[in-house]
T-cell receptor
Framework: ELKVEQNPLFLSMQEGKNYTIYCNYS?????LYWYRQDPGKSLESLFVLLSNGAVKQEGRLMASLDTKARLSTLHITAAVHDLSATYFCAPRNNNAGNMLTFGGGTRLMVKP | EAGVAQSPRYKIIEKRQSVAFWCNPI?????LYWYQQILGQGPKLLIQFQNNGVVDDSQLPKDRFSAERLKGVDSTLKIQPAKLEDSAVYLC??????????FGPGTRLTVL
């Protein structure tokens, strides 16, 4: 059974600061997604990481994947208030079609 | 391109009552998913369809939950009878086979 652990669960940071969210998973996975969720809203896809060493960047967010360590990171550079949201990682289960297992989420609050 | 549609957006019922949710996936998406998201947690997959067949329903509480996708397009998820712990947001997602999942706005269910 694929288990996913994110940390931290809650992150409060000042604008302009950098921080990293970590996503560890328990069994091999061939791809991993990062989603963003605003309060009361649905999930918005941010990144899909398809191979070991994959790195993707969009604006102030950069995601990476280390399949050997079963670890993905989401790095925030020079945070702004608009990045306040909950971020979920979701590796795909190799043995179950296109099934994703979501982490518990990291709630990010960026203070002006 | 129209996104995943869900209705209703909100539903309040009393315990032991029945409720049904409807989902219309993105046109052409063969795979449809129903997730349950309890407040403060990540989404949990309940059932996955490919066309009108069930791929995975291992986490669906089958004593009270049922889902169908009779014509391989729209889907309904039913709970009968509802319990207090069923209070959650029910998210529908769709994808091409083995591809990125796109999520609908969700139905927020409150069981009193």
């Amino acid at each position: 059974e694929l288990k996913v652990e994110q940390n931290p669960l809650f992150l409060s940071m000042q604008e302009g600061k950098n921080y990293t969210i970590y996503c560890n998973y328990s069994t091999t996975s061939d791809r991993l997604y990062w989603y963003r969720q605003d309060p009361g809203k649905s999930l918005e896809s941010l990144f899909v990481l398809l191979s070991n060493g994959a790195v993707k960047q969009e604006g102030r967010l950069m995601a990476s994947l280390d399949t050997k360590a079963r670890l993905s990171t989401l790095h925030i550079t020079a945070a702004v208030h608009d990045l306040s949201a909950t971020y979920f990682c979701a590796p795909r289960n190799n043995n179950a079609g296109n099934m994703l297992t979501f982490g518990g989420g990291t709630r990010l609050m960026v203070k002006p | 391109e129209a996104g995943v549609a869900q209705s209703p957006r909100y539903k309040i019922i009393e315990k032991r009552q029945s409720v049904a949710f409807w989902c219309n996936p993105i046109s052409g998406h063969a795979t449809l998913y129903w997730y349950q998201q309890i407040l403060g947690q990540g989404p949990k997959l309940l059932i996955q369809f490919q066309n009108n067949g069930v791929v995975d329903d291992s986490q669906l509480p089958k004593d009270r939950f049922s889902a169908e996708r009779l014509k391989g397009v729209d889907s309904t998820l039913k709970i009968q009878p509802a319990k207090l712990e069923d209070s959650a947001v029910y998210l529908c997602a769709s994808s091409l086979v083995s591809a990125e999942q796109f999520f609908g706005p969700g139905t927020r269910l409150t069981v009193l």
